[in-house]
């Protein structure tokens, strides 16, 4: 089986890992929903705050699995990560805009130190 294609436009291409990462985030939408709801309902303060805990560390595990697969999709295709961006013409008048195959390597390092 072949490696899914390299992200493009930032885009993840591997199906599972983003079904994984979308299940992940819905349960953390649920836990969030059970916080709020604890919270209006005058619930225990310990209990909010654990369970707040573990939607900050779902939520936290989410990105560090969309960056990782970003990674894993970019060494799979060594074209899709660069140091510098591409530019492409955007338009009829031959404007150009970044526009990247996948992720540079400082966009891919930014992401990461967002959530560290």
């Known amino acids: 089986m072949s490696a899914p294609a390299a992200s493009e436009s930032g885009r993840l291409h591997d199906a599972a890992a983003v079904r994984k990462i979308a299940n992940r985030l819905k349960r953390a939408q649920g836990q969030l929903t059970a916080v709020i709801g604890a919270m209006e309902n005058g619930g225990?303060?310990?209990?909010?705050?654990?369970?707040?805990?573990?939607?900050?560390?779902?939520?936290?595990?989410?990105?560090?699995?969309?960056?990782?697969?970003?990674l894993r999709e970019c060494i799979t295709d060594e074209n899709s990560v660069t140091d510098t961006p591409t530019e492409r013409p955007d338009d009829a008048d031959g404007a150009t805009e970044a526009a990247r195959s996948g992720l540079t390597i400082e966009e891919l390092e930014k992401l990461f130190l967002t959530l560290a």
């Open 44 to 70: 225990d303060c310990r209990a909010v705050v654990t369970q707040l805990a573990a939607v900050s560390s779902a939520i936290d595990r989410a990105g560090f699995a969309i960056i990782s697969t970003a």
